[in-house]
């Protein structure tokens, strides 16, 4: 496992938001969270990126304990992040927003900074010209810059938080086969997401958190069949889809 959590517990005062957690992600898979809102999936996904500092548990990434550690420690260790709502440089061109991740991350290569920001941007199929300010881009556009500026830190686990959000299906579909593309390089890729149709497109397996507790966790077919996360979360329309 490239990723290992154990126990972990989030708290906001009296709030218990994630409630002894633990799971396991592989190199190159494709893993979810999906749960109802208010289900803590993003505040784990926190707690994995260095934002929120557990309560109790133990974080490992390629072995060894990274609980606690900030950010800027995490991206520099191999792992990175794309957020719900896109947040780049507004004043700088794509490729200026990508050349900040390419030069502050740890990538093990001998290639330029700049090299590596234009390699990314072929990689995730850039749209528009590397000299459009982050500003005048749409929300399509802003998620591909979004995974452009993650890749460039040459993470080895990246972090994706609602990557469908604002997208239509067939920009959500174009989208998904990106990240299959990153998993296909050897990434482990962590998914927070309500769409459904995006889980059963690219994960390998998948975790289904309530109230803050883990409820089901195994490949997608048997999860999204599991009685317990039906009706928790699913619906019984589900079923019949």
Known sequence: MILELEGITKRFGGLVAVNAVSLGVEKGRVFGIIG???????TLLNVIAGSHKP???TIRFEGRAVTGLAPHELCRLGISRTFQVSRPFPKLTAMENVLVAAVFGSPGTSRTPQ?????VLEFVEFPMSEDTLAEDLNTLQLKRLDMARALASGPRLLLLDEVAAGLTPSESERLMKLVKRVAGQGIAVVVVEHVMRVI???CDRVAVLHHGKKIAEGCC???LKNETVVEAYLGEKWLLH
């Open 200 to 202: 059963t497109q690219v």
């Open 221 to 223: 077919d048997e999860v």
């Open 115 to 119: 090299q590596r920001a234009l390699d």
């Open 36 to 42: 109802p809102n208010g289900a803590g999936k993003t």
């Open 55 to 57: 309560e109790a548990g």
